[in-house]
């Protein structure tokens, strides 16, 4: 099967016009080295000042921001765990329940081919919130549940890391064995981390860390 | 010494432009990547001089660095085509446009591979097409080999069922 593959791709080749533009680049960028060169050895102590200046700043203003947008709570009676508490988590369309779900209608897959290819079927991950419905869009797959307590939503990809910026500095957690990096703003509560190679964001609207963490648990155990 | 960068062009620039096409699934966008490769060979050849002890250490550091570039090409191609909250802008449109104009007259399998999710479709590129390792794989891709065998499993399950499909 794969040899006509290997057949389709033997036909691609570098031309001789790519290779001397890239040589003509690498020439530039003798010339560019060159001419910083000169100027480096003219003012040697003004730029070992403006470096040190920016490295200073860069380390200021790393622990400003750190002092400023992270503050861990440990908030739960299985104190082990962190919920680092953050101004807000980035999301996307369709990862708070509520925002932008509609069905999506350029879906290139069905929830069956979704579930199929990841090989992980997403309803069946949360049973203590009812399924409510599902959306597909290019290659993450969105699941949605609720009950009268909480409003939850689960995206699922197996080729895109799913985590939000904001969530991928923060120190993970070990629960039950598995490495998840858990956050909060306001009501909600999130999730993320990877498990046989399908990256996931859990979101919930719920009552408490308590309840969050019950419903975190259950996921990570049918999973 | 100096690495002969027209001479690395010239053995490697073939796998280079390959793995880029696959990555990107569009021929401009891959030899502007071939073009940053090369370049950075170029500019890092002294701290990499000591590492590259044979020519398949030159190799790998060529395809580790076009996998780098081409992430992070993908990552640019989806900033530059949401909005800032992730709202889509007609690039499912897009990239159907770009599957077809990466490899002239291709094969169903072509096409299937083609079709896999970034992260599958370099594994299988990886191991089908230039014949690595899954152990040499996990080092170009940076991850532990336990994680590139299961992406590699996975991805064959995934081509089979997009050819079927076909």
Redesign the interface.
């Known amino acids: 099967m794969m040899d006509e593959y290997k057949n389709d791709l033997d036909n691609i080749h570098v031309s001789e016009e790519l290779i001397n533009k890239t040589l003509l680049r690498i020439e530039e960028e003798k010339k560019k080295a060159g001419s910083e060169e000169v100027k480096e050895t003219e003012k040697p102590v003004k730029k070992m000042d403006s470096r040190k200046i920016i490295k200073f700043t860069t380390f200021a203003m790393a622990s400003a921001a750190a002092v400023l947008i992270f503050v861990n709570t440990n908030m739960m009676d299985t104190s082990h765990l962190t919920i680092t508490e953050v101004d807000q988590v980035e999301v996307r369309s369709g990862d708070i329940p509520g925002l932008f779900t509609e069905n999506n209608e350029n879906s290139v897959l069905t929830e069956a081919e979704f579930t199929a290819r990841i090989g992980i079927n997403g309803r069946e991950l949360i049973k203590s919130a009812g399924f409510e419905k599902c959306s597909i869009e290019e290659d993450k797959g969105t699941f949605y549940f609720g009950n009268d307590d909480m409003e939850v939503s689960l995206s699922l990809s197996d080729s895109e890391d799913l985590t939000p910026e904001s969530m991928k500095e923060i120190e993970k957690n070990q629960i039950d064995g598995h490495e998840v990096t858990l956050a909060k703003d306001d009501n909600n509560f999130y999730a993320t981390g990877e498990e046989n190679g399908v990256s996931y964001f859990l979101t919930a609207k719920c009552s408490g860390s308590k309840a969050f963490l019950k419903l975190l648990k259950e996921y990570l155990k049918n999973f | 010494m100096e690495i002969d ?2 001479k690395s ?2 053995t490697y ?2 796998s ?3 793995l880029a ?2 990555n990107t699934k569009n021929r401009a966008e891959a ?1 502007d990547i ?2 940053e490769v ?2 950075k060979l ?2 890092s050849q002294n701290e990499i001089l000591n590492r590259i002890t044979c020519e398949e250490h030159l190799k790998n550091w060529l395809m580790q660095v076009t996998v780098r570039l081409c992430r992070d090409h993908t990552k640019s191609y989806w900033n530059k085509n949401t909005d800032g ?4 802008i007609d ?2 449109d897009e ?1 159907s446009g770009r599957d077809y104009e990466a ?8 096409k299937a ?1 083609l079709n896999l ?4 479709r370099q594994v299988i590129h990886l191991f ?2 230039e014949e690595y390792t899954t152990k040499e794989i996990a080092e170009i891709l940076g991850e532990d080999e336990t ?1 590139t065998r ?2 590699l499993t ?1 991805g064959r ?2 081509l089979e ?1 997009f ?1 079927k499909e076909d």
């Open positions: 960068i027209e062009m010239r620039g073939d280079v432009l390959r096409i696959v030899e071939f073009q090369f370049l170029f500019l909250f992730g709202e889509k690039v499912a990239r490899v002239e007259n291709q094969s169903d399998v072509t591979v999710p970034y992260k599958y089908y097409y994680a299961s992406r996975r399950r995934m069922f050819v």
